[in-house]
């Protein structure tokens, strides 16, 4: 799925890593380019609030919902309009979060990972996921190239994911020179990346509300005074909404959507803390466990937001 580790989470350190972190700083995640989708998440969001509005004394499955949010802004955003193919790649997406996110034996014994991947059939699962989500983003990133200028226009002259980086690919200025497996692997990593988090973030923190219904009327009272001021949903009011940005934060402490970060290797000897670190080493850093740390929290496990 990663086309060789030539995306940039997992690509080893070096000069094609420091030019795709530069081409995602200032092309794909500049403050310009950010605000650019700012129409797309309103959007989504308040259709969300209208279908929960509409199904008012009805159960919900907010999981799901959430989940579609996060899918649809982030699916706009990076292929500029909703279509079969698109939604044919996110449920590819989240079945391979699904697999990959799940237990697998071979984890337990690396030497002999190949052949427990064999024989539990993952690894044919994935080269079939692999070979589905490729010949998508190939008809994709074809489509972007015949109708470069017609999407364009029809979009208000946003550029979308694709466009931005099929016009990285014929910059000779860039740095590196991307291929197309290369503009697969970088929409891997910006839709899985983006998708799963942002949903799974805002998941635990409806969670740690419904626990904790002081805090939710808090938050409720917040968020309903400063949108019934403006009218409908807008960015820019969340900079008034105080709260609300600590329960995000309190939220990302106790559940981090990724709690074990990406392992990093070391290029050199060193020592930390009095311990020797040789080279060559792998590092993982334990998120999780660091936000619930009782030498920096006086109550680790309690979701408390004015504290954090």
């Known amino acids: ?90 449920s590819l997406l989240e079945d391979t979060i699904k697999l990959v996110g799940g237990f697998n034996i071979a984890d337990l014994f690396p030497s002999i990972e190949g052949f427990l991947q064999w024989i539990t059939g993952i690894k044919s699962k994935l080269d079939k996921m692999h070979l589905e989500a490729d010949q998508i983003l190939e008809n994709i990133i074809n489509e972007h190239r015949r109708d470069k200028e017609a999407t364009l226009m029809e979009h208000g002259k946003n550029e979308d994911l694709v466009d931005v980086l099929l016009k990285v690919q014929e910059n000779d200025d860039a740095g590196i020179r991307l291929t197309t497996d290369n503009i697969k692997a970088v929409i891997w990593d910006i839709i899985g990346g983006g998708t799963e988090t942002s949903a799974t973030t805002i998941d635990w923190a409806m969670s740690e509300l419904m626990k904790n219904p002081k805090t939710m009327k808090k938050a409720q009272a917040e968020v309903r005074e400063v949108f019934n001021r403006i009218g409908k949903v807008d960015e820019t009011a969340i900079d008034e909404m105080k709260f609300l940005k600590l329960v995000i934060k309190e939220t990302l402490r106790l559940h981090p959507p990724v709690a074990l970060l990406l392992p990093r290797e070391c290029k050199e000897r060193c020592e930390i803390n009095g311990f020797e670190i040789p080279v060559k080493t792998k590092v993982i850093l334990n998120t999780w466990a660091i936000g619930r740390d009782p030498k920096y929290w006086s109550e680790p496990e309690s979701f408390i937001p004015e504290v954090s």
């Open 1 to 90: 799925m990663g086309y060789n580790s030539t995306s940039i989470s997992f690509s080893p350190y070096g000069e094609y890593w420091r030019q795709l972190r530069k081409i995602f700083t200032m092309e794909l995640l500049s403050m310009k380019r950010v605000q650019s989708y700012r129409s797309i998440r309103e959007e989504e969001s308040s259709n969300v609030i209208n279908w929960i509005a509409s199904r008012t004394g009805s159960p919900v499955n907010l999981t799901k919902k959430i989940y579609s949010l996060s899918y649809s802004v982030t699916s706009r955003a990076a292929f500029g309009k909703k279509g079969k193919d698109q939604e044919n790649f996110l």
